[in-house]
């Protein structure tokens, strides 16, 4: 499994296919260590997101 390394964080990357996906739980580490679940779920309920994801 590919990791990208930023700002000390190391975030995987997964490939399916020949789409490369990378981990949000990873992301939202940096924010939360404890409480991804929580940052994961206010990223996916702002105006923002929605709208990118039509």
Do not use: C, H, P
Request: charged letters at 25%; proline letters at 0%; zero cysteines.
């Amino acid at each position: 499994m590919k990791k990208i390394i930023t700002q000390g964080l190391r975030i995987s990357v997964i490939k399916n296919k020949n789409e490369e996906y990378i981990s949000l739980t990873d992301m939202a580490k940096f924010k939360d260590r404890e409480a991804t679940g929580i940052v994961i779920a206010n990223w996916l309920s702002t105006k923002y997101t929605i709208q990118f994801m039509g």
